[in-house]
């Protein structure tokens, strides 16, 4: 009897994380989709790969520079916001974070400046302008996120993308301002984005106050958790542009622009983990001190482990597929990256669920380390491999790097909650392993496609009871409601 109502509180929690699962899925896949699209949009009027190489360069230093210009306040303000119903608590820290941000924003402008004045290229203007509105955006939206609802912060994605395909049509296509108008598109559909929801769905203007605010408390309180996680932003930072900056160096910016198509490509997957991610964060801060903890998170890590291995055997053969229509013709030969991409993808996301337990107990301290050494490795493996084999080397990097990562944090968070995974996942994971034949040796559609059909029906019969529960009871209850 007791075991039947465990299993009974657990199947409910199981279905909130579902429907915040759902509701980022309808978000997220919608922005992407339309990301996705942009790209024969690029790749067809912008037909110098380099110039592309260029774009994604000054987009990596962006995503780069962002933790640091944010003080990583989108987790913080998050975090004690989401669970604080208390308005003059709120005010507090929103008007902690308005200072702070109205601080780094004066700094880089001036800091710009004279790189600028260094370098004089349109292009450090250009990634001064976006780094400093996706960094406030970004704040912004988590912002929303936490005092609002998840739907309105899925619209903000949401109409940011949108505006972004929009003016990119206009600038790119139709203007022919080649890389000049993809960077425009992504400044001005930020900044209108912005001001949209500050109008509709205020955050500023309702609870920016002075008025008995003490920054010792509020804005302390933020920084000490935020600032901890500042060098591990930039040790993400790293590995991601070590690894363009060793195709820049040692390969060509073309190659380089090559690289960046095929990583484009898994933002599609890569999508499916962000998702994962944001519902697993909100559930897991409301049941980290539930009895049944480790059982429900056990079920959850199972089914998404299972479920996102399946995805990325789905998408390789997808992308091989779809990518000769899709992608110009001088960036065809980026295909070869896609399959080991999608592996350290995978495992990547799946290391990331157990980065969570350190937010839940708030020893954001404890991530460092770790990605102190994948960072050394990855540099590392890319100094070895990148001669020997090319971008495929550097991507090599990443796969041994993330698979120690995955299995450090495994270890480290049992004394948040424990983990037991389920044998099952072993066939989904050499199903993937063994796609490497057919992608890399057949170009035949039919073995291609024969191949997908094989690997989907051996997945689904070892698919746990749960999962086929879940897509079973999903289908049925849309067609109930339909009819």
């Not at 500023?204 to 996680?229: E, H, N, Q, W």
């Not at 499916?272 to 991610?277: L, R």
Request: hydrophobic share 50%; with cysteine.
């Amino acid at each position: 009897m007791a075991s039947t109502t465990v299993q009974q509180v657990e199947t409910n929690k199981g279905k909130q994380f579902v429907k915040s699962f759902g509701i980022y899925a309808i978000g997220e896949f919608g922005m992407k989709i339309i990301t996705f699209l942009l790209m024969p949009l690029y790749t067809y009027y912008v037909e110098k790969p380099s110039d592309y190489g260029i774009y994604d360069f000054c987009l990596t230093i962006c995503f780069a520079l962002m933790p640091i210009i944010s003080v990583r306040l989108r987790s913080g303000i998050f975090r004690f916001i989401i669970d604080n119903e208390d308005e003059e608590a709120r005010k507090g820290y929103i008007t902690a974070t308005t200072l702070i941000l109205a601080t780094t924003v004066a700094m880089t402008l001036i800091i710009g400046f004279g790189v600028f004045h260094f370098f004089n290229s349109k292009f450090v203007v250009y990634t001064i302008v976006l780094l400093i509105i996706m960094s406030l955006l970004e704040v912004q939206s988590q912002t929303i996120r936490a005092i609002y609802t998840s739907k309105v912060y899925i619209l903000v994605g949401f109409l940011d993308t949108f505006f972004i395909g929009v003016l990119s049509v206009i600038f790119v296509a139709f203007m022919h301002m080649g890389v000049d108008g993809i960077f425009l598109a992504n400044i001005i559909s930020r900044v209108t984005t912005s001001i949209t929801f500050e109008i509709i769905k205020p955050v500023v203007r309702r609870y920016f106050s002075l008025a008995k605010f003490d920054f010792s408390i509020y804005g302390k309180t933020l920084l000490k958790f935020t600032l901890p996680l500042l060098p591990v932003s930039v040790l993400w930072w790293s590995i991601g542009f070590s690894n363009r900056l060793f195709i820049k160096e040692y390969i060509g910016l073309e190659v380089n622009g090559l690289y960046a198509v095929a990583s484009r490509m898994i933002t599609i997957l890569h999508t499916i983990g962000i998702i994962f991610t944001q519902a697993w964060q909100e559930n897991a801060f409301k049941h980290y001190h539930n009895p049944n903890r480790d059982s429900l998170f056990s079920s959850i890590f199972n089914n998404f482990m299972f479920f996102y291995t399946s995805c990325g055997v789905i998408f390789i053969f997808g992308v091989k597929l779809i990518f000769p229509i899709l992608i110009g013709p001088s960036y065809q030969s980026a295909i070869q990256y896609v399959y080991l991409l999608t592996f350290s993808s995978l495992i990547a996301s799946y290391s990331n669920f157990f980065d969570i337990a350190y937010q839940c107990a708030k020893e954001t301290k404890r991530t460092v380390m770790a990605v102190f050494c994948i960072a050394t490795s990855v540099i590392s493996l890319d100094f070895i491999l990148i001669k020997p084999f090319g971008v495929s080397g550097i991507i090599l990097a990443l796969i041994i790097s993330y698979f120690f990562y995955f299995f450090y944090r495994f270890y480290d968070t049992k004394k948040y909650f424990r983990i037991s995974l389920d044998k099952r996942l072993l066939i989904p994971i050499i199903i993937l392993v063994l796609s490497a034949i057919p992608f890399y040796l057949s170009k035949s559609i039919v073995v291609n496609i024969a191949w997908l059909i094989f690997a989907i029906l051996i997945i689904y019969i070892a698919m746990p009871q749960t999962t086929k529960r879940f897509v079973t009871d999903t289908l049925f209850a849309k067609f109930k409601r339909k009819n």
